[in-house]
T-cell receptor, first 110, second 114 residues
């Protein structure tokens, strides 16, 4: 099956700093989603981005499908950005299944 | 819209007990999914359904059963609970036409089997 690798596994920032999270995948995808799992365990949809670039406030994402990677940018980070960020992908042959990476644990200190 | 709702939020089971995790969505989505998340890991698909009356296995189906009698509801049944089923369970839904689409997740059920 498809492999999804996220980097870095852990990231510690001071409030106000910018960061880039990366997601590499091993096959062509027809769905790619970024999620934020907050400290209470809730999964929050950030982006549905199988290709191209999207922005939502301080967050933006870019997927380069031909090169099999996606990037999530967080600017002017806030303590409420803390949590785990997951990338999840679906392929033509995966039977509607989202395959998740192992996540990036982000800690933003005040 | 309430989106995807799950009950209960928390549950403790003894080994060998059974229970049903409830999931409902009010977005008229045709696809519904059950995932589990073990500590420090990403989610893995247990079962999914493409519509009422149709279900299929995901990556980790052993020890679970599902049914889909209506578009809105997709319960997950655990028979003979085992400690390995201690996990957080997430239900999700999506509307699929010709291709893939965004999946929306419920708040999760935290299950402990002791």
């Amino acid at each position: 099956g498809i492999q999804v690798e996220q980097s870095p596994p852990d990231l510690i920032l001071q409030e106000g700093a910018n960061s880039t999270l990366r997601c590499n995948f091993s096959d062509s995808v027809n769905n790619l989603q970024w999620f934020h799992q907050n400290p209470w365990g809730q999964l929050i949809n950030l982006f549905y981005i199988p290709s191209g670039t999207k922005q939502n406030g301080r967050l933006s994402a870019t997927t380069v499908a031909t090169e099999r990677y996606s990037l999530l940018y967080i600017s002017s980070s806030q303590t409420t950005d803390s949590g785990v960020y997951f990338c999840a992908v679906e392929t033509e042959t995966s039977g509607s299944r989202l395959t998740f990476g192992e996540g990036t644990q982000l800690t933003v200190n005040p | 819209n309430a989106g995807v709702t799950q009950t209960p939020k928390f549950r403790i089971l003894k080994i060998g007990q059974s229970m049903t995790l409830q999931c409902a969505q009010d977005m008229n989505h045709n696809y519904m999914y059950w995932y589990r998340q073990d500590p420090g890991m990403g989610l893995k698909l247990i079962y999914y359904s493409v519509g009422a009356g149709i279900t299929d296995k995901g990556e980790v189906p052993n020890g679970y059963n599902v049914s889909r009698s209506t578009t809105e509801d997709f319960p997950l049944r655990l028979e003979l609970a085992a400690p390995s089923q201690t996990s957080v369970y997430f239900c999700a839904s999506s509307y699929r036409g010709q291709g893939a689409s965004e999946q929306y997740f419920g708040p999760g059920t935290r299950l402990t089997v002791t």
